[in-house]
């Protein structure tokens, strides 16, 4: 995403002052409050294109999968750490199998860990 001074300096074109100041107000209040929000199961951040994902990994260190919700193919989960929560931890993942439309396919030599993923 852009910086806010590339974004300033490519408005300076636009020759319309009320238009200008309008996108400069509008692309200001976007750049500087971006973020992603408090995890929710399957609920969007707050700006981004990403979904929250409560997970768990399963009872062994065998394969086990996350229904995501998405309706398409996610491109990647970033693990999130949830500062609210005493004992939240990072946990070593691995894709055991490409995601689908539906689900996504882990492993963890951590069992029945609790985490959050934001899925994009």
């Known amino acids: 995403m ?3 001074g590339y974004t300033m300096a490519v408005l300076r074109q636009v020759p319309d002052v009320t ?3 309008a996108l400069e107000t509008i692309f ?3 750049l500087s409050n971006i973020r992603f929000g408090v995890p929710e199961h399957q609920t969007r951040a707050v700006n981004l294109q990403t979904y929250f994902q409560s997970v768990t990994t ?3 260190t065998s ?3 996350v229904a995501h919700g998405l309706g398409q193919v996610p491109h ?3 693990q999130v750490l949830d500062l609210s929560q005493p004992g939240s931890a990072v946990v070593p993942l691995e894709v055991s199998r490409a995601a689908d439309a539906s ?3 882990l492993k963890s030599t951590s069992t029945s860990a609790s985490m959050w993923l934001l899925v994009e």
């Open 63 to 65: 394969e086990f999968t």
């Open 19 to 21: 238009t200008r100041r």
């Open 58 to 60: 399963g009872a062994s």
């Open 28 to 30: 200001t209040h976007i």
């Open 103 to 105: 689900r996504l396919y």
């Open 76 to 78: 990647m989960a970033v």
């Open 2 to 4: 852009a910086d806010l």
